[in-house]
């Protein structure tokens, strides 16, 4: 099997330097807003010579480079490019994963013969991408037998560079790449390992399966397979996607809305913006989960089932309310506010509501939606959340990659 | 940086037959007609019902944010591209 796997590089600050030519060649991030606790979503090749990195708070990226330009996030235009690169993969094959908004793995064992070879195949595919998205929109490419080593020749490929790892070089590969750079292997895991004495792969390779097991679970059978070169997860084609499992929104609050009242207002926003999503999507969910930050970057959140499963935005908005009372309440500084409802299931198999003021709240939902539908989100809304109508946009375009592979399946 | 306006304009613009959106050729901008001289993206903006497109482009040496409403069907600038904040 032949895996080509292709990372965007520094995407949302390519697409941004490719549609304006005034912030080409600087130190570049897109993020949310710098005056507030926003976190870098994107950084140019050249804001990373300062030690720019996605995930990095704006706060930190000024200091590592006063000079850097702040873009503010543009969804629909990294969606477009997403949309129109993977158009351009599957003229080569349809065996396309769409595994993120800036990644994606090809099966390219029968396609890659037809043009010269994996590396022959992975040169023209980025001068597609040249020619039709733009100079500065580039890829890494990675080939190796399976997706886990074609994701780690990309890494080692940045920026615009192809990597191949040939089967018989996998052990060597193997022998000098420590545990942290393979992507599912985090700090925490990576910690705990060392401790184990296993540092690379090969240590990982070596390590007794049966012990790796016993100490993780699932994911030591998982971990035992990657110390092998193996990766057993098949790659799945944009035309295959399932449904989605959850919907959610979450956001970064503005500080002038940091306050306990403040964030009440967006999370009913957000529960108002959920809503809307699952109706459109003809779904209604059955768990309702909220998660909050505090101004100390501490974490909470939980979940609750519901008995009757929903598509209303106030039943989702007081489920979460009463789980966020029950666990003491909004802090005095609130940073960020999610929620998602997942137990999906269709709404056409949920039965027609009882009571006379549910089906009225139903019709003025989908008045509401219509509205919107035709005319923009921003149009209709509450006046409770009027402040937070600034939060329409988000930063980032992350978890956009199934409904991109989603609407390819359907032509849209 | 995109500073934002929206101001109607007069584009002159072709439809390739191989395109599934129009290219654009020149901007009455101002009393003054530019000459495009580059398109550098083009993407979708979802206006309500409508997909708006939405071009980053360079006409007589000024950076512009143009966007063509298909409803309308109108053009518009959005904004112009400068240097700085």
């Given amino acids: 099997m032949t895996i080509l796997h292709l990372d965007m590089d520094s995407y949302f600050a390519s697409v941004e330097q490719q549609a304006n030519p005034h912030l080409r060649g600087k130190p570049i991030v897109v993020s949310g807003r710098p005056d507030i606790h926003s976190v870098v979503a994107a950084a140019s090749r050249e804001a990373k010579r300062y030690g720019i990195r996605s995930g990095m708070t704006t706060w930190e990226a000024q200091r590592l480079c006063p000079s850097v330009v702040f873009v503010p996030g543009d969804p629909d235009k990294y969606e477009t490019v997403t949309r129109r690169f993977v158009e351009i ?12 908004i800036d990644e994606v793995f090809l099966d390219v064992t029968q396609e890659a013969p037809r043009h010269g070879g994996p590396l022959a195949l992975a040169r023209r595919i980025q001068e597609d991408f040249r020619a039709e998205l733009g100079r500065w929109i580039t890829c890494s490419a990675g080939i190796a037998p399976n997706k886990m080593l074609a994701k780690l020749a990309a890494e080692g490929a940045k920026p615009g560079g192809i990597a191949w790892i040939l089967p018989e070089e996998v052990p060597a590969v193997l022998a000098e790449t420590p545990v942290e750079a393979v992507a599912g292997i985090g700090p925490r895991i990576t910690k705990r390992l060392e401790r184990m004495g296993i ?15 016993h100490a993780l679970g699932v994911y030591g059978t998982v971990l035992s397979l990657w110390g092998q070169g193996l990766d057993p997860t098949p790659l799945l084609p944009y035309w295959q996607e399932e449904e989605v499992k959850s919907v959610g ?88 506010v999610g929620v998602r409802v997942s137990g999906l299931q269709p709404k056409a198999e949920t039965p027609r509501p009882l009571f006379a003021g549910d089906a009225r709240r139903e019709r003025l939902a989908q008045a509401v939606d219509q509205i919107r ?40 | 940086m995109l500073h934002r306006i929206h101001e109607a304009v007069d584009v002159g613009a072709v439809f390739p037959a191989r395109r599934t959106y129009p290219v654009p050729r020149w901007v009455l901008w101002r009393g003054e007609r530019l000459p495009v001289e580059e398109v550098h993206l083009v993407h979708e903006r979802r206006v309500g019902a409508v997909r708006h497109l939405v071009y980053s482009l360079t006409a007589g040496g000024t950076g512009f944010q143009l966007r063509f409403d298909p409803a309308g069907p109108r053009w518009y600038v959005d904004g112009v591209f400068a240097e700085g904040p």
């Avoid at chain 1, 540092?199 to 097991?213: N, Q, S, V």
């Fill in chain 1, 89 to 100: 993969l599957i003229r080569y094959t349809p065996d396309v994963e769409v595994f993120s």
């Fill in chain 1, 373 to 412: 539908h035709r005319y923009g989100e921003g149009v209709l809304g509450r006046g409770s959340v009027y402040a937070c109508r600034g939060l329409t946009a988000a930063t980032g375009g992350m978890g956009k990659q199934k409904e991109i592979a989603l609407s390819l399946r359907r032509g849209a």
């Fill in chain 1, 249 to 336: 929104h979450s956001h970064a609050i503005p500080r002038a809305l940091r306050h306990p009242d403040g964030a009440r207002s967006v999370l009913l926003y957000l529960c108002d913006r959920t809503a809307t999503r699952l109706r459109a999507k003809g779904l209604v969910g059955r768990v309702v989960h909220y998660g909050l930050r505090d101004g100390a970057m501490r974490c909470r959140g939980a979940q609750r089932a519901l008995g009757v499963p929903t598509d209303d935005e106030d039943v989702i908005f007081q489920t979460a309310l009463d789980l966020i009372e029950d666990q003491g309440g909004f802090p005095e500084e609130t940073t960020l």
């Fill in chain 1, 199 to 213: 540092r690379t792969l090969a240590d990982l390779g070596r390590y007794p399966p049966a012990r790796l097991r």
